[in-house]
Every structure is written in C-alpha cells, then in structure tokens.
C-alpha cells in the first residue's frame, strides 16, 4: 500500500480539542487536535447522511454530528450509537517541524 | 421469556427496539405499525426526499432488525390495548400478548375542518403523501400552502426548487409564530420572498375546496388563491385514541411521567405521541414533534422498560433546512426575559435567550449551512447545565462558548 504525505495546515491553526475541515484532491477530511495534543484524521462526511463533520463539536475523544449528533470516536473511527452505525475511516497522522500531514492512500 | 410490544414502527419505535439490544435485553421484541414500510425517517418527506420522490431513508434494514431479533409487523393499525389481560387486538383480530407496552403512536396532521377530501387537497406526515404531493410538482403547476410553520415553510422550498410557484398562506401575522423568534423568522420570510414565493400572513381561511383539475383556498373577506394543488400544514395532533380507549390519562398526547411511564405501570408511552414533564423547564408538561425528541425519548425509554427507572432530561432541540439556511434552536423560549445576539459571520446568528435569572434557557440560530450547529449544540449543554453565562461573552463571537460551559 503506497501513502501520500500530504500537508494539512500549521499545527497551531487547529485549536486543542477541535476539528478543522481539509479538502484535498476531490476529497474531504476531518483532522483533529485533541485535549491532549494530539493530531488524528478521518474522512469528513458523516457516514449517515452527508454532512462534514468539522462544523461538529469535540468533546474528548469524541466528534458529534451538527446535524443529528451521530457520534464517532474520531482517534478510532467507531461508531458510537444511533443515527450512525457505519465507523470512520481514519486516516494517520504526524506532526513535522509545525505542520501537520496526513496518509492519503 | 418477557415480551416487550412496541405499538408504532416510527422513529421513536425503532429506536426503542434497537436501544433494548444494546442495553443487553434478551426476551422477545414486536415492533408494530400501521405502515407499509420498515421504519423510516421522516424529515426528509418534505425535503430531499420529497424532491427526489425517493424510496423513504430507513431507520435500519430489514437485516439489522433480522439479526436483533426483533419482529416488526407492518401495515396493520393496533385497535384495542386490553389492559387486565396484557395483549393488544390488531386490525384483523390477531391478538398479540405483552409483559410491557410502549406507545410510540406519533402524531397526525391536523384537519383543516372547511376542507374538502380530495386528490389535490394535501397533507403531509407519510412517504405516501410525499409521493401525492412530488406528482404535482413542477414547472408551470402552483402549490397554496396553508400553514407557516415548518412543514410549509420546508415544502416551499422544495416546490420552489421544482420550479412551481408557490403561495403560503398564514392565518397569524407572521410565519413561524410556535416557538422561533422574529427576528429568525423574518430572515426566513425574506428569503423566501426573494426566491419567489409569496406569503400572505393574517389570512382568515373560509374554505379549501378542489376538483378534478385544480384547487382552491378562499378568503373570508372574498378573495381567493387558484392553484393545481393544496397543501394544509396547520400542526399536528397525537394519535391518543386506543390510549384513551383503554382508559390511560390522556393531557395533550399519552400522559407520562418523567420516567415515560403511562398511568398504568406496564405501560410507557415516547415521541410525538406523549406529553412528559420537562425537568429543565420546572417540569412543564410539553409534547414535542422533533426527530431528536423521537431518538432521545426511544432511547431512554428502552432503559426504563428494562426497569432502570431513569429520568428524561432533555432539552429540547429542533432543526429545520430551507434552501441553503439551517435553523437551529434549543431550550423553549417563551419565558426569556432577556436576548442576546451573537453574530457569526456570512449573516449567520444566534440569539441566547436569558430568564429573568440571568440562566440561558434557549438559543435560537439560522445560517448557511451547519454554521450554527457548533454554537446551538455548546448552548444546549449549558441549558443543561443551568448555566448563567455572561451576556457580554455570549455576544461577542471572539469568546468560545465551550470555555463557558467548562466555567
């Protein structure tokens, strides 16, 4: 399997516990800064209908539809109960000299 | 082996059914609705899926319900719930035996009483009406819709983008009067306008009437509007009569309590079909039609028809789409004191609603798109949390509401 790195933004442009949406290529991502500082990706539409998840709210591990709050822990991409029952693909992740990238295969 | 009856294949029916798997219920499941389909969702009816005239979006596939093992049963209407005996009697006579019952009945379309019943006289609350209605769609055909509230507003859009003229007619001096603010409502108006639609507020209604080829919506004061087809929005009203047959306390819908439990201890009732104490509201006695109400009763009441005993603390929470806008609110409003207005940018905004305590008690929003869903969620959980946030951070859009909530 070959992976493509490819730059997402600065890691300072993503606040700690949220989410920004990155288009690339003809599609859509979700990355992630966590309450701990990590950095996560996953695809950006919401598996139930088709709505990007990056106008959701973070709370811990967790992305909240804004539509109908299906819910997903974004470091895995499961599912976490009605209306959503289709995980995420995620996607990883590294943070290089300020900036963060994500494997696109 | 206890045998849980579900009378109502909606979304609140289905929910309940599947809640009951994952909280590790093992006896028998009977899901019930009067139906032709599996449980489906209804929002779309008079959006996308009213524009598309697709097949309904289904809760779930008839595999997901094969491997819970729930059995549903559909097109056939429960008739009588006999109590002593613990069965309900299905159109048809099949009887069918419960341990404890649910009532998840929803809620029908309110009757325009000067109305005729005919084939271009419309209401819609089925995929089947979506259908009836999606025929008489199109360029060069023209909808009059009774009704300003949600389900009108929704379906001129969706009219509108068919390419039919649409007039919407509204018996109070605005639209959206239930519950969304003026100041919301006005930016909704305006853009329907500007799509084509015309909107006559304080109309006194005589009579609907229709024949063959057309309809017509007359005025009391004489006038009329001439249209290939009628839609009538005007609210909806709780399927309560095998309840109050079988002698449950009826209040506005199926009486529960903040358990959801009806009057008889086997028997609980959930989503548009019940009236319930709002525990965040002083324990207000409200019936809500919303889709997440439906989710989060169906949910709660799974746990409680396993014994749990749990309280349904909700706040309330409503969407509606209208062209590229979402509207947005959360809490109930009516006893707010104070607004305050935070702008989000791209004509996107939210107003915090304040009771005279200073304690937010709802958030309305609209905007493209998912702009306010962030915000609207974040106050939610403050409403939740009885909070009493600052009005100045509230209103400048530099301040993040999370950090209030973590306050």
Redesign the interface.
């Known amino acids: 399997m070959s992976s493509n790195w490819v730059e997402v933004c600065a890691a300072d442009d993503i606040d700690e516990?949220d989410v920004i949406r990155f288009d690339h290529q003809g599609r859509t991502f979700a990355v992630y800064r966590s309450p701990d500082d990590e950095y996560f990706a996953t695809d950006g539409l919401c598996t139930h209908e088709q709505?990007?998840l990056a106008?959701?709210?973070v709370m811990d591990d967790i992305i909240?539809c804004?539509?109908?709050?299906g819910r997903f822990n974004y470091k895995t991409g499961q599912a976490k109960?009605?209306?959503v029952?289709v995980n995420l693909r995620t996607y990883p992740v590294k943070v290089e000299a300020g900036s963060v990238f994500i494997a696109i295969s | 082996m206890t045998h849980i009856v579900i009378v109502g294949a909606g979304e609140c029916g289905a929910?309940a059914a599947?809640?009951l798997r994952?909280r590790g219920f093992d006896g028998e499941i009977t899901l019930i609705g009067s139906e032709p389909h599996l449980p489906y969702e209804r929002p779309p009816l008079s959006k996308e899926g009213l524009a598309g005239a697709e097949p309904p979006k289904y809760?779930?596939g008839a595999e997901?319900y094969q491997a819970a093992r729930i059995s549903v049963i559909t097109d056939v209407p429960v008739e009588v719930i006999e109590r002593k005996r613990k069965f309900v009697k299905l159109a048809g006579g099949r009887a069918i035996q419960y341990d404890r019952l649910l009532l998840a009945t929803g809620a029908r379309p309110r009757v325009f009483e000067a109305c005729e019943n005919a084939e271009r006289i419309r209401m819609l609350r089925t995929h089947a009406d979506a259908l009836a209605i999606r025929a008489l769609l199109a360029p060069g055909r023209k909808v009059a819709i009774v009704g300003g509230g949600f389900i009108g507003l929704e379906l001129a859009a969706t009219a509108r983008r068919l390419g039919a003229a649409v007039v919407l007619v509204e018996g109070l001096p605005r639209v959206l009067s239930r519950g969304v603010p003026e100041e919301i409502a006005a930016v909704v108006a305006e853009r329907h306008w500007r799509e084509g639609v015309e909107i006559v507020c304080g109309a006194r209604i005589a009579a609907i009437e229709a024949d063959d080829n057309a309809a017509r919506v007359l005025f009391a004061d004489g006038g009329s509007v001439d249209a290939d087809l009628v839609v009538v929005g005007i609210g909806a009203i709780p399927n309560t009569d095998v309840a109050a047959a079988a002698g449950l306390l009826i209040e506005n819908g199926i009486a529960v309590d903040e358990t959801l439990r009806t009057s008889d201890p086997d028997i609980f009732a959930a989503g548009d079909c019940c009236s319930f104490p709002l525990t965040h509201y002083g324990g207000r006695r409200v019936r809500l039609e919303a889709?997440?109400n439906a989710?989060d009763q169906g949910?709660l009441v799974a746990a409680n028809l396993m014994g749990a005993n749990e309280p349904f603390a909700s706040v309330p929470w409503f969407?509606s789409d209208q062209y590229d806008l979402t509207l947005q609110i959360a809490g109930l409003a009516d006893n707010a004191e104070t607004t305050v207005r935070r702008d989000l940018g791209d004509g996107a905004f939210i107003l915090f609603h304040l009771d005279g305590e200073g304690r937010l008690i709802a958030a309305s929003g609209i905007g493209r798109?998912?702009?306010v869903?962030?915000d609207i969620?974040?106050a939610e959980m403050l409403i939740a949390a009885r909070s009493r946030p600052d009005p100045a951070a509230l209103s400048s859009p530099e301040t993040k509401l999370?950090k209030l909530l973590a306050a």
């Open positions: 516990e709505i990007h106008d959701g709210l909240e804004p539509k109908h709050n109960g009605a209306p029952c | 929910r599947f809640a994952e809760v779930a997901r889709w997440r989710q949910t969407w798109g998912n702009a869903a962030r969620r974040l999370k």
